[in-house]
């Protein structure tokens, strides 16, 4: 995948609007609401305006779209109600983007396993254990960043990445 620019963050209430090349997280959130439409999730989008970042734009999306999934199959598995915030903003030479909801939370020690390799607290519904592994490894080897985790059982889970601006071919 060659790198792509990344033109601009843009936000809007209720609305995430990340161009790149024409494509936009807005029609990535349309279609992930796919996932939740007999409930009642919003997604609160508040992105600082022209953040560049050469990287890999398809790799953030499906960051989010893991993150999503994983919101829906976990955090609001027995709700009819959610709220999601994606928060990014520019720190130097990174970008931070908080990933939020305010679902059931993750235990203490569900959280210290939580990007293990097939672990999933749902196999009997189907679940992989792969979702959160997949995202870790996208984040830390091809986009160059980290990714940290803080939850509070009944009080939602949100995820930091913190991603270079510019992350070079390989």
């Not at 009819?80 to 720190?91: A, D, F, P």
């Amino acid at each position: 995948e060659p790198n792509r620019r990344m033109q601009s963050f843009t936000a809007k209430f209720d609305h995430f609007v990340l161009a790149i090349e024409g494509e936009s997280i807005d029609e990535l959130l349309e279609s992930l609401r796919l996932m939740w439409r007999s409930r009642e999730i919003s997604i609160e989008v508040s992105c600082a305006n022209n953040i560049m970042m050469d990287s890999y734009p398809g790799t953030v999306g499906q960051i989010i779209t893991n993150f999503c999934q994983n919101t829906m199959l976990h955090a609001f598995k027995d709700r009819e109600i959610g709220h999601i915030t994606i928060t990014c903003c520019q720190r130097d030479n990174l970008v931070e983007i908080v990933f939020a909801d305010d679902g059931i939370g993750i235990s203490k020690e569900n959280l210290e396993r939580i990007f293990d390799p097939f672990f999933t607290t749902s196999r009997h519904q189907g679940g992989t254990g792969l979702g959160l592994h997949i995202v870790y490894n996208l984040v830390t080897q091809k986009l160059r960043g980290n990714i940290s985790v803080n939850s509070t059982e009944g009080l939602g889970t949100r995820f930091t990445l913190l991603l270079p601006l510019k992350v070079s071919g390989n």
